[in-house]
């Protein structure tokens, strides 16, 4: 099988996956308007992915600094005429379309950004990294002070995935993440403290922050092997998991599709991830640097998602990619596919002759 | 890009590989390994095992009317756990049900306290503020109208005490009740519902739900109905009861117009041979219902600090010295120890010296020359303490206990006590005293240390009439499960007092002199034939009693040849002589249920209706609505025997009625009505029989056969 089509399977498979997890969130509300929103985002990411797919790739290059630009204005006036939800100030409205929430394509526009970047200012030169750093601390600053830490590390993690890849010095790195560490327990809030707190500690405040976690824990074991079926789960259907249908809705599949349904999930996520890799792999400088910030963009959510669901990690509000609830995560996330598929069907000649043997030997499995 | 940086995306690759490694093994972790313990946690999430309280038995009379049943009591409850500002809530829905700012603070305090338990709003809904709150059900989450099972009694406060009330269980029986109740339980406290609480309660159901995030049951799962509680079937006759308690109402509302203060009384009406409890009134009572929905505590002081003891059962609770109705006692033993030959006679000169002391007899002037059976109608002193010294209290004493004194009946009710049956242990001990001569003989006539209960007055009286028969009493014959019996209770004769069998005929002539001829001549009707004693118990004057008034007692039984009911009626504080107020009472009850019981089998049973309603206590009585609106009129048509004209006048129900608030003025007082009966009584007995009353007989119940027969 094609590697893009590979890509374009499993993730429309996680997405349709997302759209029941939402129905079946959503359903004892007793409303399916959500679900219609996020299918009308789909469509337009599908298409905004689809064109993006066929994009030249030194038009794309053109296009990053206004972008990029756009990105950051937008952010700005977030933090100006947002809207409130939650204590936090992250979305702009639209009027009659509802809203939007800039920090979320600001996670494609960084990849761009870095990717046009490094191929100009290599990476392992200090002015590089340092350059590849101000663009990142920019966007993350004007995330952060919304307040979204969870958008804010992705930037982060995609940041440093691309500098990796890239070349930068591990010690730069490393001291980057030791300064990062230590500049981060001055700037956390009261409430991000506490949820580090009931993470090492989940039985301090049972009713209170450590609610969440506790009632995630439970939706996703009492699922068992096999899960309670669709539309079947208790705590899912009668709401006793807050924001299942956003950063909690992992706990949908564990309840009602069990053990086997989230392996299944886990296998779509890393056949998705795989194929990313694997077009980064097989491509060269600018592409393979936007393959890869795509990648670790959607991994990195993944992870830390689904790490914060099942009481591994921290709770940050980073949602799980293509399932949860957001019109502007899954847009971003469907036009970043899309961009990458591109790269795919546009190297495969020449990666095909540079690399005679099928997919599976190509990929350092043993390292 | 160098072959280096290409392998920085191997290890990229591996990174991912390891993540995904981990959180596989975290979801076969919860979700094989722990997944059936998180099941159930999640179950008791979301699953509710919410108790559905059962139905109390009923409980009917002999006849089957009922006197206990269940009605429907609407509750509206809240979940304050499920509320996200429970204040603001709680005070929208007191303002909807109309609470008054104290029992809003209280409910914002529990609402705060954010408890998994419902909270109760109001259980007192008038229709409006039903309607409101019903509205309200639907917006409110987690709010309830449930709708409680709760006691309601068709005839008020009759026999209320027999009956007893419910509460909520309190927390000392829930700590040692094993299980067997949960909070918010209601059991019987006081009467035949403690007293048969384990077959009244019947068993509660379930009612499993699965409940929303907010607690809202959203699905029911199972449902296993309570099994309604057990009914009885009753000894007691409501028709019975209500003579008694309007006789014995009457006679205290006259007592109060003499005396100008609230006193209470006792009537037991039993059958002679099975120990069955016809009536048992003790009055003051109180309405049962007040406590049926649960009782505030200011109104529960109230009545409890009430000095006339509403919540009392007289008639097993309250002991009293026996006075001469104890002369029936002391008589059997005489008998059972050979001092009283077939032709005995005794001299009375009106006093006896003892040692040092004058003992008087009640008539100072000395009753002279008597036979046995004149001592117990003319109920003289001096034969009795001749015939104490004689015996020694010891001896007098054995035969007490063997009548059943000293210790409890067994009745099936609760609270009962065993009076005190003293002897010269008891005295050296409580009293630090030695045994006179003198107590031997204030114990021949029931005066002294001895106390009893009405209750075991009329086990005696019982036994004199039935030749020594000392019975259980007993109020519950049949335990019903719907149609079925479940249990039938069969009278039980406990023992029988050691006297010969003439002493009980000769005991009983002179119980029966004591109607046609001596001191209970009111109960002298031709319709029965009524054999009885009186008693007066003289009292000093103490804090509880400060004029020093007597009690007066009578215990009775009819008819004379074919004993059946024993009446045994009990006066505190009530000053006179036994004869003259509560001779009329057990007469009427006698003569009651001599009409009852002879009724044919097949006779319609009449509908009994409630006395009128008891004013509940705190509420303000208003010289417009008299709180007892009979008590200070004196009985309009009362039937004859009681207005014997010369002896006792009724008083003229003129100033009473224009009195308006006789209440806290016992105005009355200073102006008697007319004569003073507390000073004659003693003429009473001298008197023979008045002219023979043409019509003894109660107007209504006359007419009743005459259009059946021709």
């Keep these: 099988m094609k590697t893009r089509t590979l890509l374009f399977s499993s993730s429309l498979a996680i997405w349709l996956v997302g759209c029941l997890v939402l129905f079946s969130a959503t359903r004892w509300q007793g409303g399916t308007g959500l679900l219609l929103r996020q299918l009308a985002a789909g469509a337009v990411g599908l298409s905004l992915g689809l064109a993006l797919a066929q994009l030249e790739l030194k038009r794309l290059r053109q296009l990053t600094w206004p972008l990029f630009g756009a990105g950051l204005c937008s952010l700005a006036v977030v933090l100006v005429a947002g809207t409130s939800a939650k204590g936090a100030q992250r979305w702009l409205s639209l009027g009659p379309l509802g809203t939007i929430q800039p920090s979320e394509p600001m996670k494609l526009l960084l990849v761009l950004a870095l990717a046009h970047l490094m191929t100009r200012f290599p990476a392992r030169r200090a002015g590089g990294f340092l350059l590849a750093w101000v663009l990142t601390g920019g966007a993350f600053l004007m995330v952060a002070a919304q307040p979204d830490l969870g958008t804010g590390l992705v930037l982060v993690a995609v940041a440093f995935g691309m500098l990796w890849v890239a070349g930068a010095s591990p010690f730069y790195l490393a001291g980057v993440a030791v300064g990062g560490l230590g500049a981060l327990t001055f700037v956390l809030k009261e409430y991000q403290r506490d949820r580090i707190m009931v993470f090492l500690h989940p039985d301090l405040d049972p009713m209170g922050q450590g609610y969440s976690l506790m009632q995630s824990l439970t939706a996703i074991g009492s699922g068992q092997l096999f899960g309670r079926g669709l539309l079947a789960g208790h705590l899912t259907q009668q709401g006793f998991v807050p924001e299942n249908w956003t950063d909690f809705a992992f706990t949908v599949v564990g309840e009602e599709l069990g053990l086997a349904g989230s392996l299944g999930l886990l296998l779509l996520c890393a056949l998705q991830l795989g194929s990313l890799l694997a077009i980064a792999w097989r491509s060269q400088d600018y592409p393979r640097l936007l393959a890869t910030g795509v990648a670790v963009m959607l991994g990195f959510q993944l992870s830390v998602n689904l790490a914060m669901t099942m009481g591994l990690a921290p709770v940050v509000g980073i949602p799980l990619p293509l399932v949860s609830y957001g019109g502007s995560a899954l847009i971003t996330n469907l036009a970043a596919l899309g961009l990458v598929a591109g790269l795919a069907r546009r190297s495969q000649p020449r990666q095909a002759a540079m690399h005679p043997l099928p997919l599976r030997q190509r990929l350092p499995l043993a390292g | ?710």
């Excluded at chain 2, 010295?321 to 104890?326: D, I, L, Q, V």
Aim: net charge neutral; proline share 10%.
């Design chain 2, 1 to 710: 890009m160098t072959l280096a940086y290409t392998r920085r995306l191997g290890w990229l690759y591996r990174c991912l590989l390891l993540v995904f490694a981990l959180l596989a093994l975290r979801l076969l972790y919860l979700q094989a390994w722990r997944g059936q313990v998180l099941g159930a946690m999640a179950q008791e999430n979301v699953v509710r095992s919410l108790p559905v309280p059962a139905p109390r038995g009923n409980v009917y009379d002999c006849r089957g009317r009922v006197l206990v049943r269940n009605r429907a009591h609407l509750v509206f409850t809240i979940m304050a756990a499920s509320l996200n500002d429970p204040t603001g809530t709680v005070r929208e829905l007191t303002r909807l049900a109309e609470l008054k700012p104290a029992q809003v603070r209280e409910l914002v305090r529990k609402a705060q306290a954010a408890s998994i338990e419902p909270l109760v709003v109001s259980d007192r809904l008038n229709p409006r503020q039903l309607a409101r709150l019903a509205e309200a059900q639907g917006r409110i989450p987690g709010s309830r109208l449930e709708v409680f099972p709760i006691r309601d009694y068709p005839l008020g406060s009759l026999a209320c005490h027999v009956l007893g009330q419910v509460g909520e269980v309190d927390e000392l029986t829930l700590s040692q009740s094993n299980r067997k109740y949960e909070p918010g339980d209601w059991v019987g406290k006081d009467g035949l519902e403690a007293s048969w609480e384990d077959d009244l309660r019947g068993v509660s159901g379930r009612r499993v739900v699965l409940v929303d995030v907010s607690g809202r049951p959203v699905q029911e799962l199972e449902e296993i109905t309570p099994s309604p509680g057990r009914d009885l079937v009753l000894t007691l006759d409501a028709e019975l009861q209500k003579v008694a308690e309007d006789s014995l109402q009457q006679a205290l509302n006259e007592l109060r117009w003499r005396n100008g203060e609230r006193t209470g009384g006792v009537v037991v009406a039993m059958e002679a041979r099975t120990g069955k409890v016809r009536a048992m009134a003790s009055l003051p009572g109180y309405d049962p219902g007040w406590f049926a929905g649960g009782i505030s505590s200011r109104r529960f002081t109230l009545l409890l600090r009430d000095p006339a003891a509403p919540l009392l059962n007289r008639a097993l609770s309250g002991t009293y010295p026996p006075a001469s109705t104890f002369k029936l006692i002391t008589s059997a033993a005489a008998f059972a120890e050979g001092l009283i030959k077939p032709d005995a006679r005794f001299y009375c000169q009106g006093m006896l010296q003892i040692g040092e002391v004058p003992f008087n007899c009640f008539v100072r002037s000395g009753h002279g020359w008597l036979s046995f059976e004149d001592t117990l109608a003319h109920s003289c002193d001096v034969a009795y303490y001749g015939l104490g010294l004689k015996l020694t209290g010891k001896r007098i004493g054995q035969s007490a206990s063997e009548f059943g004194l000293g210790a409890p009946t067994g009745v099936d009710l609760p609270g009962e006590v065993s009076g005190n049956l003293p002897d010269e242990k008891w005295k050296v001990k409580q009293v630090r005293e030695k045994w006179y001569a003198g107590d031997d003989a204030n114990m021949s006539i029931g005066q002294g240390f001895l106390t009893v209960t009405p209750l075991q007055m009329a086990v005696v009286t019982a036994a004199v009439a039935t030749d020594g028969g000392v019975v259980r009493p007993y109020l519950v014959q049949q335990v019903k499960d719907g149609e079925k019996t479940v249990r039938s209770l069969e009278p039980q004769v406990v023992r029988y007092v050691n006297a010969p069998l003439v002493a009980w005929k000769r005991i009983r002539a002179g119980m029966r002199g004591a109607v046609q001829y001596g001191t209970s001549v009111r109960a002298n009707i031709w319709e029965l034939e009524i054999a009885g004693k009186t008693g007066t118990v003289e009292n000093l004057p103490s804090t509880d009693n400060p004029e020093g008034r007597n009690h007066t007692w009578f215990v009775s039984f009819a008819p004379y040849q074919q004993p059946d009911l024993v009446v045994v009626v009990f006066l505190e504080k009530s000053g006179g002589y036994g004869g003259e107020v509560a001779v009329p009472v057990a007469r009427d009850v006698q003569l009651a249920w001599h009409r009852i019981a002879r009724r044919p089998p097949g006779a319609k049973v009449p509908d009994v209706k409630a006395p009128p309603r008891i004013p509940q206590p705190g509420s303000v009585a208003r010289p417009g609505r008299a709180v007892q609106p009979t008590w200070s009129r004196p009985a309009p048509a009362r039937p004859v025997p009681r207005s014997i004209p010369s002896v006792v006048p009724e008083p003229e129900p003129e100033p009473v009625v224009t009195e308006p608030e006789p209440l806290l003025e016992p105005t009355p007082l200073d102006e008697p009505p007319v004569g003073e009966p507390v000073t004659e009584p003693a003429s009473e007995p001298v008197e023979p029989e008045p002219e023979p009353e043409p019509a003894p007989v109660e107007p209504e119940p006359a007419p009743a056969p005459a259009p059946e027969q021709p």
